[in-house]
């Protein structure tokens, strides 16, 4: 059985700058192989393999051949192979080099184009690659300081009329800088340079090239970045994106889709997920549901399971016509309502009057210690904790829309991740919610209304005060998450 690679553009590192192609393309997968400067937001929903073989400045996890050889290697074992690569495949990314390698070997596959970063970048920074006023072209080169053996042509490059990005070349920035000037190019030219574009930790800085290098210096600007030289760069102030919530990473529980997800992106933060808990359904017998009674949805999950046995009994909702149907809270409330069921109201533990018999419904671990009153529980499911792949030093706040979420998340977590939760800002969405984040130990809970434009307004106000977090007429600066540690 012969496979297929699709060598994929993942886009500057905003997630939602992927391609509807590559994100086909990318849920189609038996395996992905990816870069380094590729968001997690992108690996995190995927069932693949994933194989990371990035390479970092002066250290290689895999060689170039290893990787070439790797991509051969799974698509002759019959799989669907992304190569997820930053960017464009095309620009600068070695994509060529592995289509050549491909077709040698009689391996089908395809190019998926992204959105490259010499582009999308600079218009996050307010930079306009071209401009009526301005530029009528741009240039892209790559910063190495030699390209196939032999020094660029710096004469040409100093006297293009456009604008020129330079990729991969932080390490020769000041032998960038000098050889413009020596080769004509005014030392007064406007240069940026754009650290991790479009990504949560973005940072740009603006000088000349006469003092390009020392503003880098200054402000401890490193790969990856940009470089950007010509006219546009005086138009960074002016044009530079301002949102509410920009600078910020946060965490939520994966869904897909994510109205949460979309609300926060919007308003300018970078969004991650967190995995949910594996649901595996569990065996039950139906009680009678000929004569009616309560019936109490403690999450959706557990509904839905129950659903599924109704169905394979030969029963529908129709045969729930005469039960009251509550739910535990608001967030079951809404799912049950995109389900088409409304629901009859929630349900008060306390309140011994409901109609009999009182059946609750749940996960197996959560009913065993559900207090209140009732006739039976039902478990339809038991949900056991994933292993958290995430390192929490890099997010300001998590968000909890349920309480199931947030016990998802503690018990997810290692000790060391436990220790770094416990203190981190946690935007319980309702009253239970914050409740069961408190239960769990964490102990910056705060508390919001079920609504998501609820938690963007308290967002917004938690860290708006942040000294850290500015702007100025050269450098747009981001929130620390852990002051302790240089991002």
Request: with cysteine.
């Amino acid at each position: 059985m012969s496979g297929f690679v699709s060598l994929v553009g993942a886009g500057p590192g905003n997630p939602e700058l992927l391609t509807l192609l590559g994100k086909r393309r990318l849920q189609e997968a038996d395996v992905v192989v990816y870069d380094r400067l590729v968001n997690p937001a992108l690996l995190s929903p995927l069932m693949a393999e994933k194989i990371d073989v990035g390479k970092l400045p002066h250290h290689h996890k895999f060689s170039q051949y290893q990787i070439n050889d790797l991509l051969v290697k799974l698509a002759r074992e019959g799989k669907r192979v992304v190569r997820l690569k930053a960017g464009d495949p095309y620009v600068f990314g070695r994509g060529g080099e592995e289509s050549q390698y491909l077709r040698e070997r009689n391996v089908a596959f395809e190019v998926v184009p992204g959105i490259t970063s010499a582009i999308a970048g600079l218009g996050a920074a307010g930079i306009p690659i071209t401009h009526r006023d301005f530029a009528s072209s741009f240039h892209i080169i790559t910063g190495h300081h030699k390209a196939a053996g032999k020094e660029l042509d710096w004469q040409n490059i100093a006297h293009q009329e456009g604008t020129i990005v330079f990729l991969m070349g932080m390490e020769e920035l000041g032998r960038i800088t000098q050889h413009l000037i020596e080769n004509g190019k005014s030392p007064q030219t406007p240069v940026a340079v754009i650290q991790w574009a479009t990504h949560w930790k973005q940072r740009a800085v603006k000088s000349d090239l006469a003092n390009i290098s020392q503003v880098v210096t200054e402000n401890k600007m490193s790969s990856p970045a940009l470089i950007v030289v010509g006219d546009v760069v005086s138009l960074m102030d002016e044009l530079y994106p301002h949102l509410p919530l920009q600078g910020l990473h946060l965490l939520v529980p994966f869904k897909e889709p994510s109205q949460l997800f979309a609300k926060l992106q919007d308003q300018g933060a970078a969004v991650n997920f967190f995995d949910r808990r594996l649901k595996m359904p569990l065996k039950f017998d139906l009680p009678d549901i000929s004569h009616g009674g309560t019936l109490v949805v403690t999450d959706f999950a557990a509904f839905h399971f129950f659903q599924q046995t109704l169905l394979a009994s030969g029963f529908d909702h129709r045969a729930l016509l005469y039960w009251q149907i509550l739910t535990t809270n608001h967030m079951v409330d809404r799912k049950l309502r995109d389900a088409g069921i409304i629901s009859d109201g929630n349900f008060d533990m306390e309140n011994s009057q409901y109609r009999d018999p009182v059946i609750v419904l749940g996960e197996q671990q959560t009913l065993s210690h559900l207090p209140g009153h009732y006739s039976e529980k039902i478990a339809t499911y038991q949900a056991k904790p994933v292993a958290q792949q995430i390192d929490l030093t890099n997010f300001h706040a998590v968000i909890f829309p349920s309480s199931a979420s947030a016990s998802d998340l503690v018990e997810g977590c290692d000790a060391d991740q436990r220790r770094r939760l416990v203190l981190m800002p946690c935007f319980a969405m309702g009253t239970m919610v914050a409740e069961e984040c408190h239960r769990l130990g964490l102990e910056n809970v705060i508390a919001v209304e079920p609504t998501f434009d609820a938690v963007v307004n308290a967002v917004e106000r938690k860290f708006q005060n942040e000294s850290s977090r500015s702007t100025s007429r050269q450098f747009r600066d981001n929130i620390s998450p852990n002051p302790a540690k240089d991002n």
